[in-house]
């Protein structure tokens, strides 16, 4: 299992990718059986990822000296605990609810929601180095040169998580939109 970690891999082995044979990514949005629960779903990522973006984002302009100490440590930590927040509540909906839901549909992905909860808890221990790297940023607010070291520390913080983030991400929608696509959100939502 550790070469299917989530610091190791790059993608789910093929044998978790078969309901994506038959339900590739192209033609999810036009299947009938792409519902609210699946948009609901996909939207939360979306925002993920462009929590993660906007974070970058400010955070390379303040380096880049672009932007005023005072916006930058206010949008992190606006930012910042919109997308901590929200990671843990999705990450704890989906671990108490929904993959034991739909670990039941198909038994040859089982090991696909084992490999998925391992995520979880990997991500947990990166979003605490998020977080006090993000603290950091936040107490050094008062003075730029501080800043500038503790947001190049946080740049490196971020560049890691959102790199393993999105291995997850697409990991998981590869397994689970298939999953509903094929047997349908009856029961789940």
Do not use: C
Not at 21 to 42: M, S
Not at 145 to 159: I, M, N, P, S, V
Not at 170 to 187: K, M, Q, T
Request: aromatic share 8%.
């Amino acid at each position: 299992m550790d070469n299917l970690r989530l610091f190791e891999r790059e993608r789910l082995p093929d044998a978790l990718r078969v309901l994506l044979a038959d339900y590739p990514r192209a033609g999810w949005e036009t299947d009938p059986g792409f519902d609210g629960l699946i948009r609901f779903w996909l939207d939360r990522h979306i925002m993920f990822r462009r929590l993660m973006s906007e974070l970058r984002g400010g955070t390379e302009a303040l380096l880049d000296q672009k932007t005023d100490a005072q916006p930058y440590v206010a949008m992190t930590a606006r930012y910042g605990g919109m997308f901590v927040n929200g990671l843990h509540e999705h990450h704890t909906i989906e671990d108490s609810y929904y993959f034991p839901k739909l670990v039941t549909k198909d038994a040859r992905i089982e090991k696909g929601f084992t490999i998925l909860d391992q995520d979880h808890h990997d991500l947990d221990g990166l979003l605490s180095g998020f977080v006090d790297r993000a603290n950091e940023v936040i107490r050094a607010a008062d003075s730029r040169e501080k800043l500038q070291t503790a947001a190049g520390r946080f740049r490196d913080e971020l560049a890691r998580l959102e790199q393993l983030l999105d291995r997850h991400l697409i990991d998981e929608e590869e397994l689970i939109v298939p999953v509903i696509l094929r047997y349908g959100s009856v029961g789940l939502g």
